[in-house]
């Protein structure tokens, strides 16, 4: 297991700013070492904040955004206007303020994109996108960071408990038939996600408590999706309060 930190900030708000904080620095830092940096993002309402907070940061700058390689964890298979899209909610945030390479910006297909209504299709192409920019001994690119957050049942991602896509070991998949709207989606599987340097758990609010107890209390991936990431180097859970309420006070680190 990779090295698994627990950091929990005072409510939502601060959750967001300090998730801003730490992946300007990560970002800045990865460009040091090789040049470029690669991040993939997720939506949800924490995640979209700490995306609306590396906006208000004027730390932003310090990062060469044209050397950036933009991915998505998952995807709503809605048309890509579709407000619910978290691709059309992270340019709202901060993607359309910023000075991207758009050759580096990798959007999980729509619907009525290529392959029309097919999402299997569109989950296809995107893993082949991923191949295509992957190291020639890998399925996937060596991400930096991989955003995540989870749901109060535990999904993560697209990947819901107790659902094939717990079982699937694809690097993208199609997501039929969710718990929760819209029903069809498309999703990086746990071979992608766990193919990450750094995963964050960006979890906020205190209907995922018992959840996130569950997950760093040792529940399998089938029955606690969120509980089966874990980044090459390290593995970081960033909690607000009320989502660490129910984890013994020794995990915490404030």
Known sequence: MTNRTIVVSKDAAVLSA?????????????????????????????????????????????????????????ERFVPADDAERNEKQARDAL??????????????????????????????????????????DADVPAFDVLLLGMGPEGHTASIFPESPAAHDERTALAVHGC??????????????????????????????????AMALGGAGRVQVP????????????????PAASRLPRGLRRL
Request: charged fraction near 25%; glycine fraction near 8%; aromatic fraction near 4%.
């Open 95 to 136: 993607l359309d303020s910023l000075d991207l390479d758009p050759a580096r910006v990798h959007p999980i297909p729509a619907l009525g994109g290529p392959d029309g209504d097919d999402a299997d299709a569109a989950a296809a192409r995107y893993a082949d996108e991923l191949a295509t920019a992957a190291p020639t």
């Open 18 to 74: 300090a998730v801003a904080a730490r992946l300007l620095t990560r970002l800045v830092d990865a460009q040091a070492l090789r040049g470029r940096a690669s991040l993939v993002l997720t939506g949800g309402g924490v995640g979209i904040a700490s995306l609306a907070a590396v906006r208000a940061s004027a730390a932003r700058a310090a990062v060469d955004w044209r050397k950036v390689d933009i991915w998505w964890g998952d």
């Open 179 to 212: 718990p929760k709207p819209p029903p069809t989606r498309i999703s990086m599987g746990f071979a992608a996600i766990n193919a990450a340097r750094e995963v964050w758990m960006i979890v906020a609010g205190d209907d995922k408590a018992a959840a996130v």
């Open 226 to 241: 969120a509980a089966g990431v874990e980044g090459r180097s390290q593995t970081l859970w960033l909690l607000d309060e």
